[in-house]
């Protein structure tokens, strides 16, 4: 349909401007030159001008998806073990000093990349203080001797092969270094849940509710 | 084949919960690994009613590793390289709270010795002097330090015997056991014949168990094995039945286990292990023992 129309539009075209050109180049002389190229520039092109739409592009490019708000955070699925695979794993590193934790457990990561395990997710649980407390011989009061930070760092594996577990895990062992522990649990959704903060005034609402 | 090799896809996989310290120089000497089965599945055992019985006779063997209890010892150039970057770190480095108070000690020391010293004035930016300060706090922990001996890296001083399970702390070592196969009494890993009716891992830890004076307690990390050693019988004990045995070899982690000092048992790095084991033995066995 369109194309018979610029078609059209086309054959009309010619005969207006056989007809009409001398007129057309009149008006254009008497006008000012800059005047005349602004006036061309913010004016759109009539439907039946042959450079109508000629500028379009944005009906070429693929669908974008509307952009959405940001969602509340879900848990991801948890995967349960099948034969050949175990599920969601979340390897444990803590230990009082952060450059080894922090270290070992990138090392970890970069192991399972190189090794083709994936890595579903890789985050850190707060620090724990611990207080050494002294008590003298003499007295009976206790002071503070140091006070210890313990560190942990936890990767989540997906998808362990069971035939690549045990060199994974030998891996690991011998790589281990000093005063670093290491654990590697299945994941539950109380793991999950244990990292939020807790609300004290949205439970003790909830309180109120029930 | 009367279905070792697949028995891992066979077997339903259990939950395992492994948690793996490592502390400093105990008196064991031996890494604590302890492993616990949240729920074991029933082990399915594929009976097939089979035709021919195969003509290889099936063994199952655990290479049980002790894993090194002290970080390993620096190369020359690892020492000078820490080093470096040590100095390096120190220099770029901000000042720590601890060190922040040292120095407006000392410099407020030096302002009360100096002669026109206003006690009032001082006191009031300050609140009233603290009792201990940073230098007391130092030299303290600088006695407690003193009192503190660490333990003697290298125990071996004395020469203990090879089959201490506490000879090289830094290094991973093998379990090598003395067996009589055939006629011959050599080294080799902890091995069993495999009985029909149970997984090749049980005949492995059945292997392991059935040492006489020794109770190691293994951690066995997956239930595929880690290498196979194939070999045929000389001709003389070569029947229809039976034309060779083929060994398969489990990898096992030492968790805690005490043996007493007797000949048969062996601890060795891997690069001792050429002077034990047979040639195309240690070929396979080479190849699936890391040395890390």
């Known amino acids: 349909m369109q194309w018979r129309k610029l078609r059209a539009s086309f054959a009309l075209h010619s005969r207006v401007l056989d007809q009409a050109g001398l007129l057309f180049r009149a008006s254009v002389s008497v006008q000012h030159p800059i005047q005349g190229s602004l006036a061309f520039s913010n004016e759109r092109q009539y439907r039946t001008m042959p450079t109508h739409g000629i500028g379009k592009y944005k009906h070429l490019l693929p669908k974008e998806a509307p952009k959405k708000k940001k969602e509340r955070q879900q848990m991801k699925q948890i995967k349960t073990a099948t034969d050949a695979e175990y599920g969601t794993l979340n390897v444990k590193v803590s230990g009082y000093d952060m450059i080894l934790v922090e270290h070992y457990s990138q090392y970890i990561h970069n192991l399972c990349n190189r090794l083709g395990v994936k890595v579903a997710e890789s985050y850190a649980l707060p620090t724990k203080s611990t207080e050494v407390m002294v008590m003298p011989e003499q007295g009976t009061k206790m002071y503070v001797d140091a006070i210890l930070k313990t560190h942990e760092r936890i990767v989540q594996l997906s998808q362990l092969n069971a035939t690549l577990c045990p060199t994974f895990m030998e891996v690991l062992l011998k790589n281990q270094p000093e005063g670093i522990q290491l654990s590697v649990k299945l994941h539950t959704e109380a793991d999950y849940q244990a990292r939020f903060k807790a609300r004290p005034e949205l439970e003790g609402l909830m309180a109120q509710m029930t | 084949m009367a279905a070792p090799c697949s ?152 020469g203990t015997p090879l089959g201490s399970v506490e000879r090289c702390l830094g290094d991973s070592l093998v379990l090598l056991v003395q067996q009589t196969v055939g006629k011959e009494t050599i080294w080799l ?104």
């Open chain 2, 189 to 292: 890993l902890p091995q069993a014949q495999w009985e029909a009716g149970e997984t090749l891992r049980q005949t492995a830890e059945r292997g392991l168990s059935s040492l006489p004076e020794a109770d190691f307690k293994a951690t066995f990390l997956g239930n595929t094995p880690c290498g196979v050693y194939r070999y045929k019988f000389p001709k003389e004990v070569r029947t229809e039945r039976c034309v060779g045995a083929k060994v398969f070899f489990f990898k096992a982690f030492l968790s805690a286990g005490s043996a007493s000092q007797k000949e048969p048992f062996l601890w060795v790095k891997k690069t001792e292990l050429q002077g034990y084991l047979k040639p195309p033995y240690l070929e396979k066995v080479d190849r699936f023992i890391l040395n890390l």
């Open chain 2, 7 to 158: 028995r891992m896809a066979n077997r339903p996989l259990w939950q395992f919960i492994t948690n793996v310290r490592r502390t400093g120089l105990k008196h064991t000497g031996v890494r604590q690994i302890s492993l616990s089965s949240a729920c074991r599945a029933a082990t399915q055992t594929r009976s097939k009613t089979e035709g021919v019985p195969s003509p290889w006779k099936l063994y199952g063997a655990v290479c049980l590793q002790r894993l090194p209890v002290i970080s390993q010892e620096r190369n020359p150039i690892e020492d000078q390289f820490a080093e470096l970057m040590h100095q390096m770190e120190l220099e770029r480095s901000l000042l720590s709270d601890h060190e922040q108070r040292l120095l407006e000690d000392s410099e407020r020391m030096t302002r009360k010795q100096a002669d026109n010293y206003d006690s009032d004035e001082e006191e009031a930016d300050y609140g009233g002097q603290e009792t201990i300060t940073a230098q007391d706090q130092e030299d303290t922990w600088e006695q407690k330090l003193k009192h503190f001996q660490p333990a003697l890296r290298d125990r071996d001083v004395g």
